[in-house]
């Protein structure tokens, strides 16, 4: 196939390019690197098969050019940060629901149906049934980023039935793994890395979250592409299991040798948007044959060991 990736430079669509190129597949990645990272794209710009277009979305014109010939798009470029949502309110809407609605309308002036696309868990906002299922009484939302993903889907959903386009939506927990460049690993070890001795955490630690591996992530993406076969398929991508960030903070530690004395910002969440308790019901993918390989444990060590062996991500990204 010839796939289509917005966000190409970013954590997870790199990670995503990479795969497809490995299998075969031809490959125009997109990208404005706002957040993303050139030494990202560097291995896939050694291949024939992969051609880099370096704009934004919000650029009509030059996403139908770039996407024609392409018979498959992974759209996960976004404003990936929940937290600061509030700080500028239009950002989500501009970078999460009208960049949708250019990559849509550029998909239907080439004549493309088939459109893959990364929302997140925060759109179930605090939800009342654990694990989380698909189909969960109708979310009330708590985040900009949140509210902008479920607008998009509900674009994406729009255009399967009014334009015979076939969505493949992906709600996922936190992601990590190689790459990563946001989150709490990223977080609790640059603040460590400047002082070992003491460590703030956001809220009261006693957040119960579902992280998932990265390369587990792109398996249940590629597998539901494969296999799923509805007009939108809509998918919970996570792990069978949860912790609380408290033990993730003890993990690091161990792994980091450190001991630093904890001080909590209080309150049951983090920030504004912050879900106490996100656990999602993944048995509608695990149905298709996905098993992830890492448990939490597993993904959480390995992202530290990706950024200890990556000291320049935290200046690119502070
Ligand atoms: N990382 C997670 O834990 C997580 C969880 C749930 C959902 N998601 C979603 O997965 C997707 C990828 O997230 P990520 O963690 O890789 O984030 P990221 O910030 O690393 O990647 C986003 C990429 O999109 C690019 N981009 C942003 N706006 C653009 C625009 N207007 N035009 C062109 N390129 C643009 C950025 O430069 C970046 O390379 C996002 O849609 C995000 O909302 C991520």
């Keep these: 196939m010839k796939a289509f990736v917005t966000g190409a430079a970013g954590f997870i669509g790199s990670s995503l390019v990479d795969r497809l190129l490995k299998d075969g597949h031809s490959v125009v990645g997109y990208d404005n690197f706002s957040t993303g990272q050139r030494r990202f794209v560097d ?18 014109d030059k996403v139908k050019s770039a996407i024609a010939g392409c018979d498959i798009v992974f759209h996960l470029a976004a404003n990936a940060d929940v937290r600061f949502g509030t700080h500028h309110p239009f950002k989500d809407i ?6 949708t609605f250019n990559v849509l309308e550029a998909m239907r002036a080439n004549g493309i149906k088939k459109i893959a696309f990364s929302s997140t868990g925060s759109v179930y906002g605090e939800a009342t049934v654990f694990p989380t299922p698909e189909d969960a009484p109708f979310p009330v939302q708590t985040s900009l980023y949140g509210n902008s993903k479920i607008a998009a889907e509900g ?33 609790f070890y640059r603040k460590l890395r400047e002082d ?28 539901a592409v494969e296999r799923a076969n509805g007009k939108v398929n809509i998918f919970n991508l996570g792990q069978n299991e949860y912790c609380e960030v408290n033990q ?71």
């Excluded at 896939?44 to 919000?58: N, Y």
């Excluded at 501009?94 to 960049?99: G, H, S, T, V």
């Excluded at 993944?282 to 098993?291: E, P, V, Y």
């Design 248 to 318: 993730s903070i003890g993990w690091i530690c161990e792994r980091l040798g450190v001991s630093p004395k904890l001080s909590y910002t209080g309150g049951e969440r983090g920030w504004i948007g912050d879900n106490p308790f996100i656990f999602l019901d993944c048995s509608r993918i695990r149905a298709l044959g996905w098993t992830p390989k890492l448990s939490i444990r597993e993904g959480v060590l390995a992202t530290l060991e990706y950024l200890k062996a990556n000291p320049w991500i935290l200046e690119a990204r502070s």
């Design 94 to 99: 501009e970078q999460n629901l009208i960049a």
């Design 196 to 223: 070992p001795s003491s460590l703030e955490v956001l809220g009261n630690g006693k957040q119960r979250k579902s992280y998932l591996y990265i390369q587990d992530c792109i398996d249940a993406i590629l597998i």
């Design 155 to 187: 674009l994406i959903a729009s255009y399967c039935e009014g334009f015979g386009f076939q969505g493949f939506i992906f709600r996922f927990v936190s992601i990590l793994g190689e790459r990563y460049t946001h989150g709490h690993v990223f977080d």
């Design 43 to 60: 291995d896939a710009q050694k291949s024939p098969h992969f051609r880099l277009v370096e704009g934004d979305l919000l650029d009509l």
